[in-house]
């Protein structure tokens, strides 16, 4: 097993339920400033998954980040998929829309998450300059691995 592929199993196996437990206790507060916890179905099986996200919010709309080595992603390519996000022990229902794949779309998107967001760009490889935006060599070279949602809220 490789050490991407452990890392990957530890985060499924330990990290995620961690987290998970952690937004839906009322120690939420630790954590759900910007992490959250998104719910869908699975757009074959129909089954019912839940994931740990880091999120911006932005009045009525949420965004997340994620690589496109991770597949949860996979079952909102149909625009306008319904799903729901608990944020700080509110459940939030909203549509979800999808970029994957390098466009000039996705990475304005990227650009705005990361600069309200600016931890989460090390977990990408994308440097940020003094003012916390992307550099744009540093984006156009991880954007073809990113996937990016907006989730317009009801």
């Known amino acids: 097993m490789s050490i991407a592929e452990k890392i990957e199993l530890w985060t499924y196996k330990v990290a995620n339920p961690f987290v998970k437990a952690l937004l839906r206790s009322p120690l939420h507060g630790i954590a759900s400033k910007n992490v959250a916890i998104l719910h869908f179905r699975g757009r074959k ?3 019912e998954f839940t994931t740990p996200l880091s ?3 932005d009045n009525g709309t949420v965004c ?3 690589a496109q080595s991770t597949v949860w992603w996979m079952n909102l390519r149909e625009e306008g998929t319904p799903v729901s996000i608990l944020i700080a022990s509110e459940t939030l229902t909203g549509k979800a829309r999808l970029w994957e794949g390098d466009s000039e779309a996705l990475r304005e998107r990227v650009t ?3 600069t309200a967001l600016p931890r989460d760009a090390k977990v990408y490889g994308i440097k940020l300059d ?3 935006k992307p550099i744009e ?4 070279k ?3 691995e990113l ?3 907006e989730v317009q809220l009801d």
């Open 112 to 114: 705005r998450y990361l």
């Open 55 to 57: 999120y911006v919010r």
């Open 142 to 144: 991880a954007a073809p």
């Open 147 to 149: 996937v990016f949602v």
């Open 130 to 132: 003094e003012s916390n």
């Open 64 to 66: 997340l980040l994620s």
């Open 45 to 47: 099986s129909g089954r």
């Open 137 to 140: 060599e540093s984006l156009v």
